[in-house]
C-alpha cells in the first residue's frame, strides 16, 4: 500500500518533539468493541473512542494532498482506499474493530468468505440480498466481474494494484473490457457470472493470498455503461452508503448520502454522518492550525501533524494525540537504470554513508518518525525480525553513518573521488523534504554530491512510476514509504520487489529488481498453506533484498495523528494504518479539543 503518500511543501522541518511520557487511556466498557470511556493521549490506537450511534452532521476532513486517483481500480494511496470504503464495496472487507482485529477479512457484498474447493483454486461467492447501485439497480455479478476487468487496462487505468491480474490470467492472454471482443465485454475466462448473484473464480495456480486481494478497493464493482474510463475518478458511481456530490481536483470534495443504500444489507457500515466533506490545503501548517482550532475533525492524509503543529498540540492539547506504529516502513530507492545505481556497491556505499540517527531525527524522532529502520520488512508483517536484523549496523554502532565502509564501497563500484546524482522527493510533505536534506548532507562528506528534486506528489505514478522518466531525469535516489496491502510480505513486498511488477508507468518497484531468487521465492510462498513456513519465507525475501542494497530504510514509522473531539467511535485500524474512516461519527456538543 504505497504510502499511500503524503501530505504539503513547506521549508525544512523542526527538530522532533521530546518524547511524550505516559498514557492517559481510561478503561474499556462494553459495545461492539473494547471501549475507553474517555478520550486521552494515545487513547484511540488500540481501543475505540467515544461510542456513540448519534447519526447526522459533516465529518470534516482536511488534507494537503488530493487521491492519486478516486477511481477504484487505479488509486495506491492508503488513506484513498480506506476513504473509498464510503462509496465503493467489495466481496469481502476489513473488520471494523481497533487495532490487529481490524486487519481480519469479514463478508461484505458477499453472503460469506466464499466456497473454496480445488485444493485451493476455486473460489465461489453469493451475493446478498439488496445491494444496490445509487440508482437503486441491484449490483451483480457481472459488476463485480466488470471492476475486477479493468485492472487489465493499464494503458488507460494505470497507477492501482494488480494483484488479481497477475493471478487471474499470468500468461496475460486478456485483454482487458476495453479491447474484449465479445459482446458483453466479460471475456476473462477465470471468473464466471452463471447468474446475477454468484461469481466465481478459477485460478490457474492456488494463492493463499487470494481473499485478501478481493478486499482491495480494485475488485470493487463498476457498471459498464457509467464507466467514463480515464474520467471515471473524477465522479465514481456509488455501491455504498454515500455518493458524490462534488469534486474539484485539488480544493474539495463532497459526499452526501446514497439514498438507495440500505443498511440491512452492509454489515460493516453504520453511515453515521450525513455528508462527508474534504479540504485540501496548500500548506501543511495551516491545514495543522484548522485542525488544532476545530475547524476539521481530522487529518485525510493519516501521515501526522508537522513540527509545528505537534509542538503546539503537544503543548496544549495532548489527549487529542494518537501515537501508533503506524505499519508504514519509510526509505530511499535506488533505481538501477540510473548509473552508477546498476552496481551494487554504489548503493552499498550509500547505505553505510547515511548518518541514520539524522534520518530519524528529520521523520520526527522516536515518537513522531519512529524506531530506525534496520531493514525493509515492517514489525507488522508476519515474518519481520525488526531490528534483531541489521546487516548494515543502521542501529548499533553505524547509526551516525560509516565513512570507511562507504569510502571502500566506493573504490569497489568504479568511483572512488564519488559521483553526482538526485534525490526525488515530493513537494508536499515537508518531513520528507526534510529527510532529503539529511541525506543529501551525510553524502556529501564520502564524495556525493546529491541534488534535491521536488516533485508534485500528486503526479507520483507519472513521474517516479515511470522508469523512463526517472531515466530522463537521472533520479538515482527516490524517497518514499510503505505499508502491506494486505498483511503478508506478499502484500507488502511483491509490487516492490518482483520482478514482474515493474510497470511502464504507475510502477512501484522503483528499485527496478528482477532477481529470479526473490521471484520463485514469492511464487513458493503464494503456494503454501503453513502460516509458519510462509512467515519463514517472507523472512529469507526480506534478506535477499537487503542482501542486494536495492533500499535505505529510515524508519518503522509512528506517528503523532490528530483526532477531533466531535469525533465518536474513533480508533485505530492496522487494515488501513489510520482511523477506520467508514466507523466515524460526530457528537456535536462536544468540544473538537481536550485540554492538556
Known sequence: MTTRHAPKRRKQALAAAAVVAGLLTTAACGGDGDTASAAGYDAATTKVVNTATTKGGTLRFAGTQDGDSWDTTRSYYGFAWNFMRFYSRQLVTYKTEPGKAGATLTPDLATDMGRVSDDGKTYTFTLRDEVTW??????????????????????????????LKDILDPDGEYHGPYRDESADKLGLKTIETPDDKTIVFRLPQRNSDFAQMLAIPSASPVRQDKDTKS?????????????????????????????????????????????????????????????????????????????????????????????????????????????????????????????????????????????????????????????????????????????????????????????????????????????????QASLKKIGIDAQIDQYDGAQTSGIVGSPDNVAKKGYGIVIDGWAADFPSVQGFGRPLWDGKYVLESGNVNYALIKDPAIDDLFDAFAKEPDEGAKGRIATQINHKVMEGGYYLPFTYEKYLNWRGGRLTNVYMTDAYNGYDFVSLGLDSGKSSKTSP
Open 231 to 439: 474520467k471515471y475518478g473524477l465522479r465514481p458511481f456509488s455501491s455504498g452508503p454515500y455518493r458524490f456530490e462534488s469534486y474539484d481536483p485539488g480544493k474539495d470534495l463532497q459526499l452526501v448520502r446514497n439514498p438507495q443504500w440500505k443498511q440491512a444489507s452492509d454489515p460493516v457500515r453504520r453511515a453515521y454522518p450525513d455528508t462527508v466533506s474534504v479540504k485540501f490545503f496548500s500548506n501543511a501548517n495551516d491545514m495543522d492550525q484548522r485542525l488544532i482550532a476545530g475547524d476539521y475533525d481530522l487529518d485525510l492524509g493519516q501521515s501526522g501533524l508537522s513540527p509545528q503543529g505537534r509542538q503546539t498540540a503537544l503543548k496544549q492539547h495532548k489527549g487529542n494525540l494518537d501515537n501508533p506504529l503506524s505499519g508504514y516502513i519509510r526509505y530511499a530507492a535506488f533505481p538501477q537504470n540510473v548509473k552508477p545505481f546498476d552496481n551494487e556497491h554504489c548503493r552499498k556505499a550509500v547505505i553505510h554513508g547515511a548518518d541514520h540517527l539524522s534520518l530519524q531525527t528529520a521523520r520526527g524522532g522516536p515518537v513522531a518518525g519512529g524506531d530506525i529502520g534496520t531493514n525493509m520488512l515492517p514489525p507488522t508483517v508476519p515474518g519481520a525480525q525488526g531490528v534483531t536484523y541489521d546487516p548494515f549496523d543502521m542501529a548499533g554502532a553505524d547509526r551516525n553513518g560509516n565513512v570507511a565502509k562507504a569510502k571502500q564501497e566506493l573504490v569497489a563500484c568504479g568511483k572512488p573521488d564519488g559521483f553526482t546524482t538526485t534525490i526525488a522527493v515530493r513537494n508536499n510533505k515537508p518531513v520528507e523534504v526534510a529527510t532529503a536534506q539529511s541525506l
Open 134 to 163: 445509487e440508482d437503486g439497480r441491484p449490483i451483480t455479478s457481472r459488476d463485480v466481474k466488470y471492476g475486477i476487468e479493468r485492472q487489465w487496462a493499464q494503458d488507460v487505468l494505470s497507477g492501482g494494484p494488480v494483484y
